[in-house]
């Protein structure tokens, strides 16, 4: 493996997490759930909803013939829809990435402020600072990124097919320039062989889970398989019997024939595990506290915002809820996500074997 890490480049450490939604507030939202049910079916919305949103959320979606998916599929599914509406129950960056992909339909957001700490991690200016400094690299942005910094990328790509974008280029001889996340980089470039050139920035939820508790879980639990998401700590993801992003987990619970397993990604993937495997049994893996971040279980405090209460209040005043992305942002921005979802399709297709 070839990798540098940027530690030049400064990344906060304090996100100014919104504050944990409590059991009764989620009881009192909970009693919105058929208005907002009939708010999505009288709109004719296509919702799109992340793995990681709460279980009321995922349900709703499901009941009122939404699609629930990781961020690559919600691009596609986003962008490939016949609605004119798009209602995104996730962070911002998969916002963004719905309206630079369809920029005729109007996509809303329950929380036009649902961060993600690896967005908060890189700036325009820092990237464009670094590509000076790396000229030859090839500018590879993970999805979890603003329009800015896709608008500056050569490649954009989500965790379900970055190690192979890693192989591709590094079969063309090519460097790497990494942006945002040091786990997922550190990842590339250990199973690609590129030369990776990495981000210093973190999922705070990722970054948090803890490999000497994951340890002991796996002591006390000797058949349960560990599944990781690659933007868990290199130490983490060094002990996992599979690596892949949240669909691809998923599938890989579903065809295992073991019944147990460990698993280190956020909590609410926990809702659709369940669901698909009745007969096997899921441990949320332990996280530890760290300077950004003292939950004690792995949940996106920015996925949490993603209320029915605000669902709700998006379809009732979708004017406080649109996304809009500045028109020459979005078109440079749209180049390097056409190549990442035209090269996932030539993936799945054959077309190009690593
Ligand atoms: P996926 O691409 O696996 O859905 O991951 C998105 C994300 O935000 C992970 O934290
Ligand atoms: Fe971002 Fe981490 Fe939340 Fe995913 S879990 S949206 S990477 S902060």
Redesign the pocket.
């Given at each position: 493996m070839s990798l540098e890490l940027l530690n030049e480049v400064k990344v906060p450490k304090d996100f100014n997490l919104p504050k944990e939604i409590t059991a009764s507030e989620l009881l009192e939202d909970a009693k919105l759930y058929e208005k907002a049910k009939e708010l999505i079916l009288k709109n004719k919305v296509c919702f799109l909803a992340h793995y990681?949103t709460a279980p009321i959320v995922q349900k709703l979606c499901e009941e009122t013939g939404g699609f629930i998916g990781d961020s690559l599929e919600m691009a596609r599914v986003g962008r490939d829809c016949k609605e004119q509406t798009v209602l995104v129950a996730g962070?911002r960056f998969m916002g963004q990435t719905a309206k630079i992909l369809s920029k005729e339909k109007t996509v809303l957001m329950p929380d036009l402020n649902a961060e993600?700490?690896?967005d908060l991690c890189c700036t325009k200016e820092d990237l464009k600072a670094q590509k000076e400094l790396h000229k030859d690299a090839v500018v590879v942005a993970y999805a979890?990124t603003s329009v800015e910094v896709k608008a500056l990328a050569d490649w954009i790509v989500t965790s379900s097919m970055a190690v192979s974008l890693g192989k591709y280029l590094a079969s063309l001889g090519k460097e790497v320039l990494w942006v945002p996340d040091r786990h997922l980089g550190s990842y590339i470039g250990n199973e690609s062989k590129a030369h990776v050139y990495s981000w210093p920035g973190k999922?705070?939820?990722?970054d948090s889970f803890s490999l000497d508790d994951i340890l002991k879980v796996k002591k006390e639990h000797p058949e349960a398989l560990l599944l990781v998401h690659p933007?868990a700590p290199a130490s983490v993801v060094a002990k996992a019997d599979f690596v892949g992003s949240t669909s691809q987990i998923l599938a890989f619970a579903k065809q295992s024939s073991k019944k147990e397993f460990i698993i280190a990604t956020?909590h609410n993937i926990s809702y659709k595990l369940n669901q698909a495997c009745k007969d096997k049994g899921f441990i949320e893996a332990p996280v530890k506290k760290t300077e950004s971040y003292n939950r004690a279980k792995p949940s996106?405090p920015?996925?949490e915002l993603n209320t029915l209460a605000k669902i709700v209040e998006a379809l009732e005043k979708p004017q406080d809820h649109e996304i809009f992305v500045d028109e020459e942002l979005r078109v440079a921005s749209l180049k390097p996500l056409e190549k990442m979802l035209n090269f996932a399709q030539d993936l799945k297709s054959g077309r190009i074997v690593l």
């Open positions: 990681y962070v993600c700490s690896l979890n999922c705070i939820v990722h933007e956020e996106c920015w996925m």
